[in-house]
């Protein structure tokens, strides 16, 4: 039985027990940082930092694959217009973490909804606010703005993995119903 490259089965073969979305930034005090990570609770802290330091040798816009520990990352580097960051750029990474490697028609969807996201934020004006949570005193009249900014990105983060793997998810629900 030939599969549709995007069909559920296929994507289910592709990957099973570890599918998380991180984005990570550039924080000016601490270098880069996790901004958010879905779903919450299943990639350690420690894996989380070692997929972090990745960004750390990244200079342009560019997809790369970091594995380590029987862990993969697939990762898009890139940077937003700011007006409140060193260099007036945003440093930022977004990474799909999988315990196997993807599939190309997998990896298409990942590279595709990665690249809706960047060219997203890239064309929203002020979402590098979302940065500075941590930074809210230097910038109080915008708080508002941060924190609107900042729910924005994480349900855009969190709609790119259900666009990556819902598919794979409902499969998973219907076999367990049954």
């Known amino acids: 039985m030939d599969l549709d490259k995007s069909s559920p089965e ?15 930034y ?15 609770g299943k990639f350690s802290k420690e894996l989380s930092d070692r997929v972090c330091e ?7 816009e560019t997809n790369f694959t970091y594995s380590f ?10 940077k937003i217009d700011s007006e409140w960051a060193r260099g007036k750029k945003e440093m930022c990474m977004v990474s799909i973490i999988l315990d196997k490697e993807a599939k190309p028609e997998l990896k298409d969807k990942i590279t595709t909804s990665c690249g809706n996201l960047m060219k997203a934020m890239k064309l929203s004006k002020g979402m590098y606010s979302a940065f500075y949570k ?7 009249e915008d708080k508002d703005e941060i924190l609107s900014n900042r729910s924005m990105l994480k349900a855009s983060i969190k709609n790119v993995h259900e666009e990556i793997f819902g598919d794979y998810d409902l499969i998973v629900q219907s076999n367990s119903e049954t």
């Open 69 to 78: 520990e029987g862990i993969i990352s697939l990762n898009h580097y890139f």
């Open 10 to 24: 296929s994507i289910k073969e592709a990957v099973e027990a570890l599918r998380v979305i991180e984005f990570y």
């Open 26 to 40: 550039f924080d000016f005090k601490v270098g880069p940082a996790l901004f958010y990570s879905y779903p919450k």
């Open 134 to 140: 941590d930074h809210v005193k230097a910038h109080e």
């Open 54 to 60: 990745a960004m750390d040798i990244q200079d342009s």
